[in-house]
């Protein structure tokens, strides 16, 4: 498996989780790593990336809740997610892309994060 992701469950709104993604050094070192969320009849998002050397970018809607970092020793990204609201309940996806000549992208298997009293 090249890209492990974990750390989904059952949480309440207002509350806090964090997620994982362990890749393979190969893919880890050389990508751009990120965050994808996606709920069913609606296309996959990107909720957050950042780059090899530390570039982050975050969408919208979770910018101020939302941390994301990566861990260079571990080869792990991780996503941590505070102030969750109901609408941040989804099936949450680990990607790592790189671009030479075209672009390669890997997906993790999805881990599903519901927010619900």
């Known amino acids: 498996v090249q890209l492990q992701a974990s750390g989904g469950g059952l949480v309440q709104p207002g509350g806090s989780l964090t997620l994982s993604c362990a890749a393979s050094?190969?893919?880890?070192?050389?990508?751009?790593m990120g965050w994808y969320r996606q709920v069913p009849g609606k296309q996959r998002e990107l909720v957050a990336s950042?780059?090899?050397?530390?570039?982050?970018n975050y969408a919208d809607a979770v910018k101020g809740r939302f941390t994301i970092s990566r861990d260079n020793a571990k080869y792990t990204i991780y996503l941590q997610m505070n102030s969750l609201k109901p609408e941040d309940t989804a099936v949450y996806y680990c990607?790592?892309?790189?671009?030479?000549?075209?672009?390669?992208?890997?997906w993790g298997r999805g881990t599903l994060v519901t927010v619900s009293s």
């Open positions: 050094r190969s893919i880890f070192s050389a990508s751009t």
């Open positions: 990607k790592g892309w790189y671009t030479l000549g075209r672009t390669y992208d890997f």
């Open positions: 950042i780059a090899r050397f530390g570039e982050i």
